[in-house]
């Protein structure tokens, strides 16, 4: 089977005086449709800046990212913001939600930004919210939704394109462990209901148990754990 997404020997650099700071070290890593990864890492560990690559949002100083076979850093600036806005949804640990947009226009904003009409972008917008359970809820403002319920509109906006894949930043850090577990369930649910990878990176060791493969970022290098779901052998990014 063909990889959805891969990197390959993936390294990230950066100055910082008369020190080069190596992030991330030859990482190698592959992810198919459908499939629900978390990386595990310690603050500071490179997991972000790896999210930032795979999203296109930041550039490797080698390597590769291919999507579907095609290297995402052969495209131009145009085609790389095509590719954010039609193949990837983004979650973070702080929701950034617009706080001035009610919860269907925060999600139906990347249909928007992708120039469907507003009729058909604000129905859309309603069946991914009521999919997570915020049908009642379309007209309130971040402000006026509990932590989990604007988790819940991020995953939405982040679903609301279909997207082939999900990039996630924390996204139960800033959540108690009863919200967590909320999301931990979500998360399941939608990649029963759309086949939508998943690429979750976290310190939280309970919700990466509940995903398929588990991979840990250890000071710029990545290697498989044993599966949540398998017996799967330790492989390392050499």
């Known amino acids: 089977m063909s990889s959805l997404l891969e990197c390959i020997n993936l390294s990230k650099q950066y100055q910082e005086g008369e020190s080069q700071i190596e992030v991330l070290k030859q990482v190698n890593f592959e992810l198919q449709v459908g499939q629900q990864v978390a990386i595990l890492g310690n603050s500071g560990s490179g997991k972000s800046t790896l999210l930032h690559i795979l999203g296109a949002l ?29 193949q990837l949804g983004f979650v973070y640990q702080l929701h950034h939600l617009l706080p001035e947009f009610s919860a269907l226009e925060n999600v139906a904003m990347p249909l928007l930004i992708g120039k469907l009409d507003k009729k058909s972008a604000t129905t859309r917008a309603t069946e991914i919210l009521d999919r997570v359970g915020l049908s009642h809820r379309l007209s309130h403002k971040p402000s006026q939704l509990s932590g989990g319920e604007r988790q819940r509109v991020a995953f939405a906006r982040a679903l609301v394109t279909n997207p082939a894949i999900v ?43 509940k995903l398929d493969t588990v991979w840990e970022l250890t000071s710029g290098t990545l290697r498989q754990q044993v599966s949540s779901r398998s017996e799967t052998a330790v492989v390392t990014n050499v």
Not at 65 to 81: M, S, T, Y
């Open 167 to 209: 990039l996630a930043d924390e996204p139960t850090g800033n959540l108690d462990d009863k919200t967590g577990e909320t999301i931990y369930q979500l998360i399941g649910e939608l990649r029963q209901d759309f086949n939508t990878s998943f690429v979750v990176v976290t310190h939280d060791r309970q919700l990466a148990a």
């Open 58 to 86: 930041d550039n490797p100083t080698s390597g590769q990212v291919l999507f579907k076979g095609e290297d995402i850093f052969k495209f131009n600036r145009k085609q790389q913001a095509a590719f954010r806005n039609r």
